[in-house]
Antibody, heavy 119, light 107 residues
Framework: QVQLVQSGADVKKPGASVKVSCKVS????????MHWVRQAPGKGLEWMGG????????LYAQKFQGRVTMTEDTSTDTAYMELNNLRSEDTAVYYC????????????WGPGTLVTVSS | SYELTQPPSVSVSPGQTASITCSGD??????ACWYQQKPGQSPVLVIY???KRPSGIPERFSGSASGNAATLTISETQAMDEADYYC??????????FGTGTKVTVL
């Protein structure tokens, strides 16, 4: 059974960066397509980016291009999402979500990491 | 940018059928999936590739798609089905867009 374990909650000041980790167990990260989704308090789900198995590249939502970087360390089966130049509107729960068949459906979700941006 | 529109809320009586429509330009040409999210929990995939149900998801959840819409249907709705539901679509031009979300209330 695939499990995704995320790093703990974090508080950042405006302008800072945050790096959230997502460790995979029960599967090999290289056999998954990992994505990142966020949810602001009381709001809906927002796709930030993820691996597209069809072209073998990481795609980023236009809204976050230039400000987000998604990386993977296959030696530890851990995925990372780094968001720069944080602002108050980035306060949200950040989820990693995995697609195991390359069918663009997120079969497995992490528990979420709350990132609070406040001065 | 591509948008997927859902009704903000749907109310249903226990045992009745609830339907949620997700609308987007040529949505029927793309693969749609649906997620259920209960308060304080991570989303759960309930329908993928328009109509397929992951293992462990009850048969009362079904999906369809045609034209500019995808629909999630919950038959014989139970109190435990009360949750927020989000559609999502993917293709090379839009990547992974989520719908606006629908709160299902079981009265």
């Amino acid at each position: 059974q695939v499990q995704l374990v995320q790093s703990g909650a974090d508080v950042k000041k405006p302008g800072a960066s945050v790096k959230v980790s997502c460790k995979v167990s029960g599967y090999t990260l290289s056999d998954l397509s990992m994505h990142w989704v966020r949810q602001a308090p009381g709001k809906g789900l927002e796709w930030m980016g993820g691996f597209d198995p069809e072209d073998g590249e990481t795609l980023y939502a236009q809204k976050f291009q230039g400000r987000v970087t998604m990386t993977e360390d296959t030696s530890t089966d851990t995925a990372y999402m780094e968001l720069n130049n944080l602002r108050s509107e980035d306060t949200a729960v950040y989820y990693c979500a995995a697609d195991d068949y390359g069918d663009y459906a997120f079969d497995y979700w992490g528990p979420g990491t709350l990132v609070t941006v406040s001065s | 940018s591509y948008e997927l529109t859902q009704p903000p809320s749907v109310s249903v009586s226990p045992g009745q059928t609830a339907s949620i429509t997700c609308s987007g330009d040529k949505l029927g040409d793309k693969y749609a999936c649906w997620y259920q999210q209960k308060p304080g929990q991570s989303p759960v995939l309930v329908i993928y590739q328009d109509t397929k149900r992951p293992s462990g998801i009850p048969e009362r959840f079904s999906g369809s798609a045609s034209g500019n819409a995808a629909t999630l249907t919950i038959s014989e709705t139970q109190a435990m089905d009360e949750a927020d539901y989000y559609c999502q679509a993917w293709d090379s031009s839009i990547a992974g867009v989520f719908g606006t979300g629908t709160k299902v209330t079981v009265l």
